[in-house]
């Protein structure tokens, strides 16, 4: 399995047409799972405000090939093709989401420690959702100044929500997401184990391979980072 994540700048009213609904696997060959959503910049405000028109698309594929298909010939991957996408291989996982294989690695340990992508995916409880963006928010305005972190994103079509960030080591990321008791995404995991904020979420480590196209002129990914990858 691998998985991609695809940002574009669509416009308003392309964007309707995108969140209308996420690719099927019925109708798409080698599509695992797929969502689409809103995406907003982390960390910038207390409230980040989702960019108008920009869009976002995050799928579990069976295989390069499959998603190559996808790219060639499906009306959605046109309509992204002009922002940016990337390619990753999962390295660990903790939760349980759609399209994620049972026999992805577990253990908290990954012995290979180089640049990584990070995806958490979740879907929200309606009744929790008040608690879970006034939690959330407190470590998404810290991530921002997370060592090592070079990017993040988050995306949402309630009730599914995610983000995506991208960081210089593997050791960074857990630094972030298992750091002090009291730092901000700790406290999250606290609170959200003490009573659930979500009835499906995932938190997925990743090595990114592929990264092609921009978003405000730019690749996200640092392009030294793929002779290291």
């Known amino acids: 399995m691998i998985a991609s994540v695809h940002l574009a700048d669509v416009g308003f009213p392309a964007s309707l047409a995108v969140l209308r609904k996420a690719p099927k696997p019925k109708d798409v060959p080698g599509l695992r799972h797929a969502e689409v959503a809103v995406a907003a910049p982390l960390g910038g405000s207390a409230l980040p405000a989702p960019q108008v028109g920009r869009v976002g698309l995050i799928a579990f594929w069976e295989d390069d090939a499959a998603l190559d298909r996808f790219l060639d010939g499906h009306r959605l991957a046109q309509r992204l093709g002009g922002g940016w996408r990337i390619r990753l291989e999962p390295l660990r996982a903790f939760g349980a989401f759609p399209g994620l294989p049972a026999d992805v690695a577990r253990p908290r340990t990954v012995t290979e420690d180089g640049p990584a992508a990070v995806l958490t995916l979740g879907r929200f409880k309606w009744h929790r959702a ?100």
């Not at 997925?204 to 092609?212: A, E, L, N, Q, T």
Request: proline fraction near 10%; glycine fraction near 8%.
């Open 130 to 229: 008040v608690p879970f963006f006034r939690t959330s928010r407190k470590a998404e305005l810290a991530v921002v100044d997370a060592p090592g972190l070079a990017w993040a994103m988050g995306m949402a079509r309630p009730p599914f929500v995610a983000t995506c960030s991208l960081w210089e080591s593997g050791h960074a990321a857990a630094g972030y997401a298992y750091g002090p008791s009291d730092a901000p995404h700790q406290a999250a995991i606290d609170t959200d184990r003490a009573k659930p904020f979500h009835r499906q979420e995932a938190f997925i480590r990743f090595r990114p391979y592929d990264s092609v196209g921009r978003l405000e002129g730019k690749n996200p990914l640092p392009e030294r980072w793929l002779s290291t990858a």
